[in-house]
C-alpha cells in the first residue's frame, strides 16, 4: 500500500463536477502529511473530456475506466470499476463526496475491501499517521472526532462546500487506464435512462445558494416566488419536509433529517419555521437568512439575519433588490 489519496471523481453528462475539485483540496492537505501524492479516480462511459479536466489540477495520476455500462451510474459497475481502481492504485486513503452517489458507493465499496470508512465529514486530517475526521452527530446537535485504527486502507466521504475548489495548475497528469471486465451481463442492474425535474439548477447539495420554503408558500403556484428569487442569485430551490408532503415541490428539493443534507454559503429559508428535523439538514450552512411574520418561530434562533414579515411581501422586495445589484 503507497501513502496516495485517491478521490472518486463524480461526473454527470460529461462533466467533472465541483465537489471532485473540493476533494482534491482536501487530498492535498492529507498529502503533505502522508508524503504520498493525490491521484483521481474517473468512471464513466464517455468522460473524455472530464478525464482531460481532472487532469489540469495537482495531481499525479487520473486512473480511468471507461466503459459504455458506466454512461449512467450503478452501484454494482461502479462498484466493480472503482475496486479494479483501488487494487491498482493501492492509495492508502480514498476521498468520495457525501453526495447520494458518494454515500451509496462508498458503503459498498469499503464492505468489498474491508476498508474503515468515515461517513459524512466536515473535517479530514491525518494525526499521527491514522486518519482523524470530524463528523456531526445527534441530528447535528455536537461534533465528534473519530481516528481509524484501521492498518489497512481507509476511506471517508466529506461534505460538499466544505473545502475551497483547488485551483489547475502545473503539468498535465498522467493517464492511467484500468482494465475492468465490465458488461451488461454481469452487472446485475442498469439505469438506463435519468430524467431531471430541476433544469438548469444544480441539486441542493451542491449549491453555493439555496432558497427554501416551507408550507405557509400554500401551494405549489406559489413557490415560483422563491424560484424567480433564486434564478435572480443563480440558487437551487429548497422546500421542508411539510412543503414536500404538501405536494408543493418534489423530493429532490427536500431538506433536512430524511431528504438531503446541504452545506451552503448561503441560505434562505422563506415561511419555514424551524423544526429540528429541518434543521439538520441546513444548520451548518455558512450564513443562514429566515424570513417569517412569526417571531417566535425557531428558525430566528439559528438564524444569522432575520425579517419578520410575511413572505409574500418580503420575497419579491428582495427578488427587485438582487436584480438591481446584478445589473448593476
Do not use: W
Amino acid at each position: 500500500m503507497t501513502n496516495d489519496i485517491l478521490v472518486f471523481a463524480e461526473i454527470r453528462d460529461g462533466s467533472f463536477k465541483k465537489i471532485n475539485a473540493e476533494l482534491i483540496s482536501a487530498g492535498l492537505n492529507l498529502a503533505e502529511k502522508s508524503g504520498g501524492a493525490v491521484n483521481v479516480a474517473a468512471l464513466g462511459g464517455d468522460i473524455d473530456a472530464a478525464i482531460e479536466d481532472a487532469r489540469k489540477y495537482p495531481i499525479q495520476k487520473v486512473y480511468a475506466v471507461k466503459n459504455a455500462v458506466l454512461a449512467n451510474y450503478s452501484t454494482q459497475g461502479f462498484a466493480d470499476a472503482l475496486e479494479a481502481v483501488v487494487k491498482q492504485a493501492e492509495p492508502a486513503i480514498v476521498l468520495f463526496g457525501a453526495t447520494a452517489m458518494g454515500k451509496d458507493l462508498s458503503a459498498r465499496v469499503a464492505a468489498r475491501l474491508g476498508a474503515a470508512l468515515l461517513t459524512d465529514c466536515t473535517e479530514v486530517d491525518l494525526e499521527d499517521g491514522s486518519l482523524k475526521v470530524k463528523r456531526p452527530v445527534f441530528s447535528g446537535k455536537v461534533y465528534a472526532n473519530v481516528v481509524s485504527t484501521n492498518d489497512g486502507i481507509k476511506m471517508a466521504s466529506v461534505r460538499p462546500n466544505i473545502y475551497p475548489a483547488s485551483d489547475q495548475g502545473g503539468d498535465p497528469a498522467e493517464l492511467v487506464d484500468v482494465a475492468c471486465d465490465l458488461s451488461a451481463d454481469n452487472i446485475g442492474a442498469m439505469v438506463t435512462a435519468i430524467e431531471s425535474t430541476a433544469a438548469g439548477r444544480k441539486d441542493v447539495t451542491e449549491a453555493e445558494i439555496i432558497v427554501a420554503g416551507g408550507r405557509s408558500l400554500k401551494s405549489e403556484e406559489n413557490f415560483k416566488i422563491l424560484e424567480e428569487l433564486a434564478d435572480v442569485l443563480g440558487a437551487s430551490v429548497g422546500a421542508s419536509r411539510a412543503a414536500v408532503d404538501a405536494g408543493y415541490a418534489p423530493h429532490s428539493q427536500q431538506v433536512g433529517q430524511t431528504g438531503k443534507v446541504v452545506n451552503p454559503k448561503l441560505y434562505i429559508a422563506c415561511g419555514i419555521s424551524g423544526a429540528i428535523q429541518h434543521l439538520v439538514g441546513m444548520r451548518t450552512s455558512k450564513v443562514i437568512v429566515a424570513i417569517n411574520k412569526d417571531a417566535n418561530a425557531p428558525i430566528f434562533q439559528h438564524a444569522d439575519y432575520g425579517i419578520e414579515g410575511d413572505l409574500f411581501d418580503v420575497v419579491p422586495l428582495l427578488t427587485e433588490e438582487f436584480k438591481k445589484i446584478v445589473e448593476g
